[in-house]
């Protein structure tokens, strides 16, 4: 990408100094061609505040690979970092660690396993897994981080407005507020995890996606400052968009003027041979409204007009709207269900910036680092049990019961093979909790980690996002509705096998020895 | 820079579909080329939940006039367009209209006047003022938004961090957990509202400025795991970098193991001829860290060691960290000047993501249009007073009072002149709230919107990044503490002369009466 755009931020420069500074210094060591491994995972769910996630979905993966595959250190790169000068005015980098640099720092040499893009994934289990030469895995550091943190934030909020809309087809519309460049990503991230389609024309057309939108206020008020009304501009709309007729009604006044307005143009519309598709609603007391709006729809004889809702949305509030229809119906003795299909949700800054939890914590560990042609397990001591990583080359296994539902995510040693009896999970952090889950209760065993770059190439082809889509879908049904929640879910158990555990006691002790 | 990257997302099509499908709305109307006049402000300032904004610094403007040069709609683009089909199958865009927008869909039309970036600004007064043809304003309603939402956002956030470190230098460490690419402009709009250096190396580089930033706690960690330990990693990196020499203390244990080892090898150092320059706080109780640490270095003869502190700080944060050293100090009936001197903030996640208050809700509204060869003010009636935006071609005053400071923004027309006599502010959404200020008290009157962009380009070079922060400081120099407070400060007034209070209502009247 630097090589596309020239800039220093989109090439291999699109990192934290120190990890340069790092590599550097492993370099004059000698220690720059070791092998390392660093994990990647996120330690708690996402927290808004009122309502919590049980899961998140992983995104970003892809265009992590792709930038992996594209930047290297240019002469360009090269240069700048050359030009930096230390405290005493010297060069900071030197010649030969900077033309190591030139002819070693791709990223040729970095192996990653990893959890694919799309599916559902647990705080504490590893989602990636990144081995190659230790200067250079240190550098990737920040750029995988930033590549899959906020993604992966970003479709597990839109998981879960998926989930709360009930079926209904949720919209993306927040590239307004969203954060600069990162409204693309985001954009990407809220399709993979739940957004039926985004606003944002050229993510669409990256997607495959047909991009959605009709009309803004602005366009009511170009008729009414021209000396013309919301009537004139509504029949402007149908006239040049007759089968894709969405009109905005809240530019005045929803119930007086904007539907009332909106049922004329739709039933001249009707006369001339097209059939209206929806109403958008985007302010005001939306349950009421829609309930109202639907009346009078089906008053006038569209009955399935579209009702999409806009304005703030995010999970709770959709949550809420529907709850309220439901009362109001239940109240009534009317079933609810004909207003509920017609029902879209456009979500905007809500989704974009993930409300109330505005980051993953998502973080990549050494793990391992070769000593003797052989890895040695590293390990951080820390104050805080789940700041201590858990060590060495591992493997992850889902584990499903009878009901074919994901039980527990289960962290092994990469060689260890599952026991023929009882399965014994450790929790990760706290120490004598475990459980014991009889062999026949598990139907199912499911390596998540495969291999997705190696060679300077990404091992599979991009998937398309019905892939990664499908995915997340079957995921979900495979895990139980408590998890699922949207407030206070059940915690899904990330456990670590016997071998797991007692390697990382054994090193605690070690390094507190020291 | 889609010419630059060939990607969708990059180009023109960086926009909402309903921008486009508006904008055909107005060709076939033939109201495309009509002149359109957009304002660009914002209604609230930040609200953090526990501490508040009371003024914003205004940031993202280059970039987006950068872009505004670079891009029009190229044959892949109006590909992608001509691609999109409706309900009914048929093409959504006409080739008459695209081809429009090959001819004429670039920015070269569009003329901006805005407030000059890095300057502060406040909330309901128009930041940019943007005037073209209707079709073309239009479409570049969500990139404008998008460009100067986020950044200005950021380096409010920013500035609040600069004022709550008290002079202490401020670092930008966000890339890992910010919104992926948008971590670059992020960056930029942190180092122009208040950080002093960033830690992104690409984003440095572009700016002029020396990326910051030493070791990770995984580079003690892959000494502990080859068999050596904290000390021996801490030589290595001194051995490197004699001259730049920050150590990040708290991977074992701060107090017993970490600032120990520090000193050794300050020491060692010292002995070599070189003076170290600090050590890294990055966990714990980082006030009563910072005294013992403070303490322990002075005990060691390194009184001018700087101590950076980090780890999930904010403008709260460090106000925190600085009163709880304070009270230590009053208590113990010491000065606390020197070690408050060598303190240096780093801030990551919360100053990225603006942690509290996740998007500006800067909008772009049409308040004006061409009619008969006439400007035609536009209004948007509203059951909701702020939202009623203000008609017209305007500027905005800046009145300064007797002790120089900034007493309120003033909304004029375009062409109006101040009164010679007693100015007289209108509160710009409550009726009949006015103040009355004597012309004698005022010392200053600055014009604030400057115009920035015409024919296709920027008219003044892009500014440095000292000229922006030189902007901020003149600003913030000039805005009453009460306004810069960092908990409940005080409203800055934002007011409208009696001439556009009077158009206000006549339009709002005029448009109730329809």
């Known amino acids: ?69 594209d930047v290297r250190f240019t002469d360009a790169d090269l240069e700048l970092l050359s030009s930096q000068t230390n405290e005493a005015g010297q060069k900071r980098f030197g010649d030969e660690f900077l033309n190591w ?3 070693s720092g791709a990223f040729d040499r970095v192996v990653i396993r990893a959890v694919p893009e799309g599916r559902v994934v647990h705080a504490n289990a590893p989602i990636a897994v990144v081995q190659g030469p230790l200067a250079i895995v240190q550098i ?20 879960r407005i998926h989930e709360s809309a009930g079926g209904s087809p949720a919209l993306e519309f927040g590239m307004r507020r969203g954060p ?62 007759p089968d ?25 519309l009707r006369a001339a041979g097209h059939e209206p598709v929806g109403i958008r609603l985007d302010s005001g007391d939306l349950a009421y409204l829609s309930i109202e709006a639907a ?33 109001e119906f239940a109240r009534a003795g009317r079933d609810p269900s004909r207003l509920m299909e017609r029902l879209v949700y456009g979500v905007g800054t809500r989704l974009i910036t993930s409300q109330g939890h505005e980051a993953l914590d998502g973080v990549f560990k ?30 992850i296994w889902r584990l499903y019961d009878a009901r074919g539902r994901a039980t527990a995510d289960l962290i092994a040693m990469a060689d260890e093979e599952l026991t023929k009896g009882d399965i014994l999970l450790h929790h990760p952090h706290r120490m004598g909790i475990s459980r014991v889950i009889p062999r026949d209760e598990i139907t199912e065993v499911e390596d998540l980690l495969v291999e997705v770059f190696a060679g300077g190439k990404r091992s599979t082809p991009s998937p398309d996002l ?35 555990k007692s390697l990382q006691l054994e090193l605690i002790d070690e390094a507190r020895g020291e």
């Open 366 to 395: 050494l793990v391992a680092i070769e000593k003797d042609g052989d890895w040695t397990p590293a390990i951080k001591v820390s104050d805080t049990p789940e700041k201590v990583p858990i060590p060495g080359d591992k493997k």
């Open 244 to 268: 894709d007729c969405i009109l905005l009604v809240d530019t005045i006044d929803t119930l007086e003027s904007g539907i009332p307005n909106a049922i004329k143009v739709f039933a001249e």
């Open 101 to 103: 640099l030139r002819e």
């Open 466 to 500: 019905e892939e990664m889509r499908s995915r997340r879908i079957a995921d979900l049904d495979r895990l139980d509705v408590g998890v699922r929640r949207l407030v206070n879910p059940h915690i899904y158990h990330v456990s670590l096998t016997e071998r797991i």
């Open 1 to 69: 990408m630097a090589e596309q755009t020239g800039r220093a931020r989109d090439g291999v420069l699109f990192t934290d100094q120190y990890q340069l500074t790092m590599a550097q210094l492993y370099y004059e060591r000698g220690l720059h061609e070791r092998q390392a491994q660093f994990d990647f995972f996120f330690r708690r769910y996402p927290n808004y505040g009122r309502h919590q996630a049980g899961y998140a979905v992983f995104a970003g993966l892809d265009p992590l690979l792709e930038w992996m595959e």
């Open 140 to 159: 990737l550091e920040t750029s995988l981080l930033n590549h899959l943190n906020y993604p992966t934030l970003i479709a597990t909020k839109a998981s």
């Open 180 to 241: 600069a460049s990162g409204a693309n990503p985001g954009g990407r991230a809220a399709l993979i995890g739940g957004a039926d389609f985004t606003s944002n024309v050229g993510i669409s057309h990256e997607m495959g996606l047909d991009p959605k939108g009709t009309h803004a206020h602005s366009m009511v008020q170009v008729f009414m400052a021209l000396g013309q009304g919301e009537l004139e501009a509504f029949r402007a709309y149908a006239e040049v968009y």
């Open 295 to 327: 009346e009078m729809l089906d008053a006038a004889g569209f009955e399935d007009v579209q009702i999409v809702l806009s304005g703030n949305l995010d999970e709770l509030e959709i949550w809420q709207i529907r709850a309220q229809i439901l009362d």
